[in-house]
């Protein structure tokens, strides 16, 4: 199939590739190298597919209708991957409207291109965020979304919504997949682990908000690439929602300790007060991605970590 995935140069993006190429998939990359971070690292997450036939890299930003209206005329993709988004708490309280128009008029852009140009499959990647202050554990996809707590998780939201509506309207099969705390190579910089792998290497003390007893469903890329690829063979018309989780939270301090074993540095903590826009705790119900999508998390905690420090270990020794 020909598959186009918005937002492929960066994290998950490039894993979900690096898997589409190996199946044999045309794989066709938009990204707007947004400057959140550096643009080289998403250059380097991509450059082994750059000589590939079956492989195009387009610099576009969803924002921009008539370009991906005029894409998907020239593509004509069978299925659509969009992962593409302003992420991240903390960022979605300074920049608000940014997150809507990207999450939010980005998405309805994409969708309306898919409707157009007869997509087969669109997959949407959703947040655990859409949960918000949700008192209930585990998150279960049958649970309210209507108690967020950041711009950022209403975005994701009302990302769904959109899609949900889209799929009624135009019989658009369309599945929201709803991520939970993502970890592994490649990983944004921003993101605890690898920010506080890096401080640790370099003997900077981590900021710890609140009491360290705040509990995140951390999942390893792999498996949430595995959950992204079932997601695009499930067959069903309509719209669907799925958690891609652990189905295993870890407080903060417990991820600090295992993160110290895998790096093998001892970390400096800076306590600090609890920040606005964070939940206590986020958890995965991942019994309905079983049943359905034979969804299955493989990698525990202490082996992810163990990858991720062997990526990063070159890495620190450039930067020295």
């Keep these: 199939m020909k598959c186009l995935v918005t937002g492929g140069a960066g994290f998950i993006g490039s894993h979900l590739v690096d898997a589409l190429m190996a199946d044999g998939h045309d794989v066709v990359v938009i990204d707007n190298f947004d400057p959140f971070y550096d643009r080289a690292v998403k250059e380097r997450n991509l450059a082994a597919h ?10 576009v930003d969803i924002r921009d209708r008539e370009a ?11 299925t659509v991957v969009h992962l593409a988004a302003k992420a991240g708490v903390r960022p979605s309280l300074l920049h608000p409207l940014d997150y809507i128009e990207v999450n939010v008029n ?19 990647a959703s947040s655990s965020s859409v949960y918000g202050l949700n008192d209930k554990v585990p998150f279960s996809e049958e649970d309210p979304i209507l108690q967020q707590a950041s711009p950022y998780g209403a975005t994701k939201a009302a990302g769904e919504a959109i899609c949900r509506s889209y799929s ?13 705390t993502v970890y592994g190579p490649r990983q944004r910089p921003d993101l605890a682990i690898h920010k506080f792998a890096d401080m640790m290497l370099e003997q ?10 705040t509990c995140r469903d951390y999942t390893y890329v792999d498996d949430i690439v595995q959950g992204i690829q079932a997601a695009i063979q499930y067959c069903k018309s309509g719209y ?11 407080q903060l301090m417990e991820l600090v300790r295992s993160l110290e074993a895998a790096v ?16 206590p705790q986020t958890w995965a119900d991942i ?34």
């Design 240 to 250: 669907d929602m799925f958690n891609l989780g652990n189905d295993r939270p870890v």
């Design 68 to 78: 991906i209206t005029a894409l998907f005329q020239e593509y004509q993709p069978d």
């Design 168 to 180: 009624n309207c135009y019989d658009l099969p369309i599945v929201a997949l709803r991520f939970f």
């Design 204 to 213: 900077r003390s981590i900021p710890i908000f609140g009491n360290g007893s």
């Design 264 to 279: 093998g540095c001892a970390a400096q903590l800076d306590w600090l007060p609890e920040q606005i826009g964070d939940v």
């Design 106 to 124: 980005g998405t309805v852009n994409l969708l309306d291109a898919a409707v157009k140009y007869k997509v087969g499959k669109f997959v949407f």
């Design 50 to 59: 750059q000589a590939s036939s079956r492989f195009q890299l387009i610099e």
């Design 287 to 320: 019994s309905k991605s079983r049943t359905v999508l034979g969804y299955e998390p493989e990698v525990e905690l202490q082996v992810g970590l163990q990858r991720f420090a062997a990526w990063l270990a070159p890495r620190q020794l450039q930067k020295n």
